[in-house]
């Protein structure tokens, strides 16, 4: 064999070597498709962001973080959130600013939270309004599944009471019906941005008449390694009750929440409503709530026509006098539906009364009356899927939801082993179609702290659930609401067989 021939061998290994070069079989004489199914395998790498959790200096925020045991996973791996500050820091330099306290912007040194094991959750606290954004990464076998919960309470003021959001993964658009520019609220659009570049982002504001006149909506720079806080009255000078925000990204990415605050209400988060859908289910209103406040938007030019249901313990009921929402394009629609559950609990589940628009929506929940109320948001969420989380429940307070609007259902829970002991505890639940049920959930044995969620479809229709976290301080039932969207922890990739043959024309 002559150098020219070994020269070119090693060439052609080199090429597949370094591109990972694959192709599909090829087909036989006959033409038949033989490729290969896509196989589902863990994901290997996810990243999140949470928002500044208050502005208050009385706030006590908890954060947990949390993996499910996924099997064909690597050996290896970490779970890591940093500050905003030590993330930019050690992009700059190679490594983070000296100092004590791990929950304070520009003085970590080390993460504000790591992971243990999959299987168990982890938690650590922060004080006061100096808390920064965090930026997380999992990789290995932290990664699929990765779900971490930022937990606030704070004691008086506009937005007492218990403040939950999901850390969201970065993204380059969010719709947020259910804000508002009433003078008795304070939101604020908090926008991460986890990259080395900077960001650059809109913010629409639609009100009932239609778009909003804004003076810096756009163009606003997030710079890397960075969260930033919008107040929304500083972008429009109208007053309006129920407001559609829409964060849309020019360049970059970031992580979008909305943080909604009330003089006399209390205040929560509210989490991005599902992309815009002909329908759309909301599950898991608590059976005690109070006033129920619908509100939905459709950003298309065509108008929307929506049945109103409700999925009950015993099946779908229509809320009397409000059958039916109308929905103009590109406006604002909220419709109040007051004491609907009756003490029952609840989803509200939206469809089209005859050609289907896509829409957005979000419910705004109050629970207690006169000065003790307090408010969650919960909004169109997508499907549990194969599976999905929800973190830091606790032995008393934790509700967990269940609805199957389309067709009977078989779910699988499961109780991770709590944060400092406690073993694992499985159970399974069959949901009859168009109802929802709040489930008696499956406690650790020996809990000690806080311990997750897990959510698996076993058969049937598609299933959507929240959990319903719910603290008393003071005499003033605090609560806070999160939807559980399958946690897109595995991703097909297609089965493939190296193939040298492309290389030879």
């Not at 070597?17 to 196989?39: I, M, W, Y």
């Not at 005690?288 to 929506?306: C, E, I, K, N």
């Not at 705004?364 to 999905?388: M, N, W």
Request: charged residues 20%.
């Amino acid at each position: 064999m002559n150098r020219t021939t070994l020269s070119l061998i090693a060439g052609v290994t080199a090429l597949a070597a370094v591109t990972g070069l694959a192709a599909l079989t090829t087909p036989d004489a006959s033409g038949a498709n033989t490729a290969k199914a896509a196989a589902e395998l863990p994901v290997e790498r996810t990243s999140l962001v949470c928002p500044a959790p208050s502005i208050s200096d009385l706030a006590e925020t908890t954060y947990t973080s949390f993996t499910p045991v996924t099997k064909g996973t690597a050996s290896d791996g970490k779970a890591e959130l940093q500050s905003a500050a030590q993330e930019k820091g050690d992009a700059a330099d190679g490594k983070g600013e000296k100092g004590e306290d791990a929950g304070k912007a520009g003085k970590a040194d080390k993460p504000v939270l790591e992971g243990k094991q999959p299987g168990t959750p982890v938690s650590g606290d922060a004080s006061g309004a100096d808390s920064p954004a965090l930026i997380g990464t999992a990789d290995g076998k932290f990664a699929p599944g990765w779900t971490v919960q930022e937990t606030t309470e704070v004691a008086v003021g506009t937005g007492r009471g218990l403040q939950g959001v999901n850390c969201t993964a970065p993204d380059t658009e969010f719709w947020f019906p259910g804000a508002s520019t009433a003078p008795d609220r304070t939101d604020y659009v908090h926008l991460t941005n986890p990259d080395d570049a900077a960001a650059v982002v809109d913010i629409e504001l639609y009100g009932k008449d239609g778009a909003l006149e804004t003076t810096v909506g756009e163009g606003i720079t997030v710079q890397p390694h960075s969260g930033e806080p919008i107040l929304l009255s500083t972008l429009t000078s109208e007053k309006q009750d129920n407001v559609t925000v829409h964060v849309t990204v020019r360049s970059g990415r970031v992580g979008a929440s909305v943080q909604a605050l009330d003089d006399k209400l209390g205040g929560d988060w509210l989490a991005a409503s599902a992309d815009p859908a002909g329908s759309l289910v909301l599950p898991g209103i608590p059976k005690d709530a109070t006033s129920v406040r619908l509100v939905a938007f459709t950003p298309g030019d065509a108008d929307a026509d929506l049945k109103v249901r409700l999925a009950s313990p015993s099946g779908m009921i229509t809320p009397a006098g409000n059958e039916t929402l109308h929905v103009k394009a590109r406006m604002t629609s909220a419709v109040d539906l007051g004491d609907v559950m009756q003490g029952e609990a609840g989803s509200l589940v939206l469809t089209p009364t005859d050609r289907s628009v896509p829409v957005v929506a979000a419910v705004r929940v109050v629970r207690g009356k006169g000065d003790k109320q307090e408010t969650a948001f919960i909004p169109a969420s997508r499907a549990v899927g194969t599976r999905a989380t929800a973190v830091d429940n606790r032995a008393k307070g934790t509700t967990l939801s269940v609805t199957a609007p389309f067709g009977a259902a078989e779910v699988k829970v499961t109780a991770s082993a709590g944060s400092e002991g406690g073993a694992a505890a499985s159970k399974s639940y069959t949901v009859k179609a168009g109802t929802t049920q709040d489930v008696k959930v499956p406690v650790p044995s020996g809990l000690k702290g806080t311990y997750a969620l897990t959510v698996e479809s076993v058969s049937g229709g598609p299933v959507y659930a929240s959990r319903t976290l719910a603290v008393t301080e003071d005499g003033v039932a605090g609560f806070t609401v999160q939807t559980l969207p399958d946690d897109r922890g595995m991703v097909a990739v297609p089965e493939a067989d190296e193939d040298l043959s492309v290389l030879q024309k």
